[in-house]
């Protein structure tokens, strides 16, 4: 099965940056769509951005000009780069894969913005 790990969370200053990564056990970027979600306590999980196969890309309103997905295939990576952080990102971040028959879930990695 599939394995995602994300890092690179914490907690940073209204107006900073982050890079989120999310590693993958084996080589999937040829065959997955590969997501980043987020969640606070008491609300619905959100779709954030996706990068699709055919390196076309996807962003929610509230992240749009702020968030840049990328990959690279050779680390077998994803990752969000965040910057102008408000203290409405604060959430956990997941990492997902699809292909249309399975799913795969990261643990999350926690953001906090906050003074």
């Known amino acids: 099965q599939v394995q995602l790990v994300e890092s690179g969370g914490g907690l940073v200053q209204p107006g900073g940056s982050l890079r989120l990564s999310c590693a993958a056990s084996?080589?999937?970027?040829?065959?997955?769509?590969l997501d980043w979600y987020r969640q606070t306590p008491g609300k619905q999980r959100e779709l954030v951005a996706t990068?699709?196969?055919?390196?076309?890309?996807y962003f929610a309103d509230s992240v749009k000009g702020r968030f840049t997905i990328s990959r690279d295939s050779t680390k077998n990576t994803v990752y969000l780069q965040i910057n102008s952080l408000k203290p409405e990102d604060t959430a956990v971040y997941y990492c997902?894969?699809?292909?249309?028959?399975?799913?795969?879930w990261g643990q999350g990695t926690q953001v906090i913005v906050s003074s």
């Open positions: 990068i699709f196969t055919d390196d076309s890309v």
């Open positions: 997902n894969a699809q292909n249309g028959l399975y799913t795969h």
């Open positions: 084996e080589s999937i970027f040829s065959f997955y769509e």
